[in-house]
C-alpha cells in the first residue's frame, strides 16, 4: 500500500510542476526533437556591389544555433543554406532574389523539428541584418 501511495504521490507531484512550471525544452524529455532559434550576429561581406550579386556572390552568415535544415531569407526569400559549421552559413546570391542594387535584408530561420505539440518550442527566425549592395 505504501508503495501505491508513494508512487501515486510522486506522479501527482511530477504533474503540479509540469502545470505550474510550464513546459520548457530544458526541462521536458519529450522535447529532444526540438531546434533551437538561429541567432545571427554578422554578414561577410556586409556589402557588396550589384555585379557580384549578377556573378553569384557567396555571402557568408555568422551567428549562432544553425542546423542542418536552417535556411537563409534574403529579402523574405528563402534560400538552402550550406551549413559549414553551428555557427556558419553560406547561402549563393543572384538576381533571383536581389533584383537590384540598395539594402537588402538577410534573416536566417529553422523550421520546427517537432510534429506534435507538447509544449516544446522549436526552430524560429533570427533578428534581421542588413546587406548593402552598391
Known amino acids: 500500500m505504501r508503495l501505491r501511495t508513494s508512487s501515486l504521490s510522486l506522479a501527482c ?16 524529455p519529450l522535447c529532444s526533437s526540438a531546434r533551437p532559434v538561429p541567432q545571427i550576429q554578422s554578414l561577410s561581406p556586409s556589402s557588396m556591389t550589384f555585379e557580384d550579386v549578377q556573378q553569384g556572390a557567396l555571402l557568408t552568415v555568422n551567428g549562432n544555433q544553425f542546423v542542418s535544415s536552417t535556411e537563409v531569407l534574403i529579402n523574405s ?17 543572384s538576381t533571383d532574389v536581389i533584383s ?7 534573416m536566417v ?26
Do not use: H, Y
Open 13 to 28: 507531484l511530477f504533474t503540479l510542476a509540469f502545470t505550474i512550471i510550464g513546459c520548457n525544452n530544458t526541462l521536458n
Open 109 to 134: 530561420e529553422t523550421p520546427s523539428g517537432n510534429s506534435t505539440d507538447v509544449g516544446c518550442t522549436s526552430g524560429g527566425k533570427s533578428s534581421v541584418l542588413t546587406l548593402t549592395v552598391k
Open 100 to 106: 537590384a542594387p540598395g539594402s537588402v535584408s538577410v
Open 77 to 93: 526569400t528563402a534560400l538552402s543554406a550550406t551549413v559549414v559549421s553551428p555557427q556558419e552559413l553560406n547561402v549563393k546570391l
